[in-house]
């Protein structure tokens, strides 16, 4: 079983920077991919950012060129650099473990229980 912990989020400015943590602890060798989802309030959760670990990464269009994830193995702990913040990246966002298939992440550790994130304009 895997446990996930986001931390990190809080309340910014417009065009301000943030980075989102995610520790890892639990049985985890069964994963070879890491992702960040978010949910605004009243939408789906969708997928912000995944990494095959020492591999290919993805992102939603919305974030690309502004968001980054990275993974530090030796402190199993995952990252989401957020810069050029916006309003519409409002939301709670989670992390998780899974795997690609082809192009496709697919995450299936489960689910934290999420780091608000607020931009103000």
């Known amino acids: 079983q895997v446990q996930l912990v986001e931390s990190g989020g809080g309340l910014v400015q417009a065009g301000e920077s943030l980075t989102l943590s995610c520790g890892v602890s639990?049985?985890?060798?069964?994963?070879?991919?890491a992702g960040w989802y978010r949910q605004p309030p009243g939408k789906q959760r969708e997928l912000v950012a995944a990494?095959?670990?020492?591999?290919?990464?993805n992102y939603g269009d919305s974030v690309k060129g502004r968001f980054t994830i990275s993974r530090d193995s030796a402190k199993n702990t995952v990252y989401l650099q957020m810069n050029s913040l916006e309003p519409d990246d409002t939301a709670v966002y989670y992390c998780?473990?899974?795997?690609?298939?082809?192009?496709?992440?697919?995450?299936?550790?489960?689910w934290g229980q999420g780091t608000q994130v607020t931009v103000s304009s």
């Open positions: 990494m095959k670990y020492g591999g290919r990464t």
């Open positions: 639990g049985t985890t060798n069964t994963f070879n991919a």
């Open positions: 998780t473990l899974g795997t690609f298939i082809g192009a496709g992440y697919y995450p299936s550790s489960g």
